[in-house]
C-alpha cells in the first residue's frame, strides 16, 4: 500500500469492510487501514492484489487454454482490428470508437447480462471518479470515455457481489487482475462477472494534474467543477472542464498530455500489461495518420476468450459494430511507442527498482536482453520522471499557458520519438 506498487485498483478497500478506505483522494489517493485486519481477511486481501505480483503466464493457459495466436507484447488473442460503433450517439459518446460501450449496450439489449460495472464521474464530486453499475444505454453512455486520473473500480465489490444477475466489468489492467485472482480463488464478490472489457492502458495520473491545469488557467479550485471531461468532443478530444462560474476551458487532448510527465502514477511506470491481456475484448485507439485524419474515432480491438471473439462475430452480423482485421505487424507498428514504454520500459525501470533495492512486482515473465543504448535512454526517462514531479517543475510549468506548453509538449515529443525511433524500433 505504502509502496509505488500500489495500482489503486480498490480490491483491498471494497473486499474489507470499511476496515481500509481511501484517503487523500485529491493527493496521493491511498489505502489506509483504519481497524484491526484478522488473519482471514489479510490472506484474502493477499491473493487479490495485483500491485505485488500476477502470473502472467498461469492466467494466460488458465483462461486462454484454445488461445490460436500469442505475442509476448500483445498476450493471448484471437483477432485484431479496427472498428467503431456504428451507432452515430455511441460512435461519439466512446473515447475512440466507441466499441466498449457499444459491446456493453449490445449485452444489455441482448439480455445477456443484466448490468455493467463502468467509471463514471461522481455525482456529489464530479471532480472524482467513481464505479457504479449501470442498468441502461443512458447510464452505460453517461459512462463512456476515458478517465485518466486515479479509478479505483473494484472498490465497489460489495456493490457487484450484492447484485442480482449477470454483470460485465470494465477496468484497467490493474483492476482486471484482481477481479481475475479472485475468480481463481472461487470468491463469492466476483460471482457474477461473466464478461470482462477493458481499455488499452498507458498510464493514469495523481488528481494534481486537475489543479495544476486549473491553476494554469487562473480558474476556480476544483471544488467548483461541475463538469470534467478528458475525451470530449470529436476523437481524439479535448480535455473539458465547466465551473460553476459558466466558464468552460477546453484544451486539445494531444496538448493535454503535457501533465503526463508531471503527474503520473508511479505505478504505471511499473505496469507491463498495455492491451489489457486478461480482458475477453480489450480496445485502445487506433492511432495512425489515415484514421487520425478522418476524425470521428477509430478503436482498436483484440478479442482474446472464446465468447470474447463470439460477441464480436456476432455484433459484426449484427451490424452494430464495423470491423477489419489486421495482422500482428500492424497493431504493433500502430502502438510500438506503447508497447516499448511497457514491454521495455518497465522491464528496465523494475530492474532500476531492484538494484535500489525496493520492492518490485513478480508477474512470472521477464523480457530481457536490451541494448545499452535503450538502458540509457529509459534513464534519462526515469530522471525526467522525477525531476518533472517535483514541486518546482509543477510550479514552473504552471506560469506558461497551457495552449503554449501542450505546443511545446506535443512538437518535443514528436521529436523524441523521431531522434529515438531507431532504438525503440529495433526488434520491437
Ligand atoms: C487511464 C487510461 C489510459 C489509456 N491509455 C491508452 C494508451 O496509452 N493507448 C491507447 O491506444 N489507448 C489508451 N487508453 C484507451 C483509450 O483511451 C480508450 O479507452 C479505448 O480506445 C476504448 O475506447 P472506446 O471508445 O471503445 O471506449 P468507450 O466506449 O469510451 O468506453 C470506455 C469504458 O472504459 C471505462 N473507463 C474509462 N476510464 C476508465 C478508468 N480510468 N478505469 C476504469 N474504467 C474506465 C468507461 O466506464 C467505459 O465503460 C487508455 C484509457 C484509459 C482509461
Known sequence: MNSHLCNRCGSCVGLSDGKIRFTNKTGNYTPKIFEPIDDQLA?????ACSGKNFNFPEFQKRLFPDVQHFHNFIGAYQRIGIGFAKDQEIREKGASGGIITAVLIWLLDKKMIDGA?????????????QAFIATSREQILEAAQSKYIIS???????????????????????????????????????????????????????????????????????????????????????????????RVIELKKFHANYLIPF??????????????EFTDLSGGDAWAPVYEERG?????????????????????????????????NEAIDMHSHGYDFKKRGSFIRIKFRKW???????????????????????????????????????WTVEQF????????????????????????????
Open 43 to 47: 490472506d484474502t486481501l493477499w491473493q
Open 117 to 129: 460495472v463502468v467509471l463514471g464521474m461522481d455525482a456529489k464530486e464530479p471532480w472524482l471518479t
Open 152 to 246: 479505483s473500480t473494484n472498490d465497489i465489490l460489495p456493490q457487484i457481489e450484492a447484485f442480482k444477475g449477470n454483470l460485465a466489468f470494465v477496468g484497467l489492467p490493474g483492476q482486471v487482475q484482481s477481479i481475475r485472482k479472485l475468480q481463481q480463488i472461487g470468491h463469492v464478490s466476483v460471482q457474477h462477472i461473466k464478461y470482462i472489457f477493458g481499455p488499452f492502458y498507458g498510464n493514469t495520473l495523481h488528481f494534481s494534474s486537475i489543479k495544476s491545469f486549473l491553476k494554469t488557467y487562473k480558474a476556480d479550485t476544483y471544488e467548483n467543477i461541475t463538469k470534467l471531461y478528458f475525451r470530449y468532443g470529436e476523437w481524439p478530444g479535448n480535455m473539458r472542464i465547466e465551473l460553476k462560474s459558466g
Open 263 to 276: 503527474h503520473i502514477l508511479r505505478n504505471s511506470l511499473y505496469c507491463t500489461d498495455f492491451t489489457n
Open 296 to 328: 470521428k474515432g477509430f478503436s482498436m480491438i483484440i478479442s482474446r476468450s472464446e465468447k470474447g471473439d463470439e460477441i464480436l462475430s456476432r455484433m459484426v452480423a449484427d451490424g452494430a459494430i464495423e470491423f477489419n482485421q489486421i495482422e500482428e
Open 356 to 394: 535500489l533495492g525496493k520492492s518490485i512486482p513478480d508477474y512470472g515473465y521477464e523480457i530481457k536482453g536490451f541494448t545499452f543504448s535503450r538502458y540509457f535512454m529509459e534513464l534519462i526517462i526515469s530522471t525526467m520522471f522525477i525531476l518533472m514531479g517535483t514541486s518546482i517543475a509543477r
Open 401 to 428: 499557458s497551457p495552449k503554449f506548453i501542450g505546443n511545446m509538449f506535443e512538437r518535443t515529443r514528436t521529436l523524441w520519438k523521431k531522434s529515438t525511433h531507431n532504438i525503440k524500433r529495433n526488434e520491437l
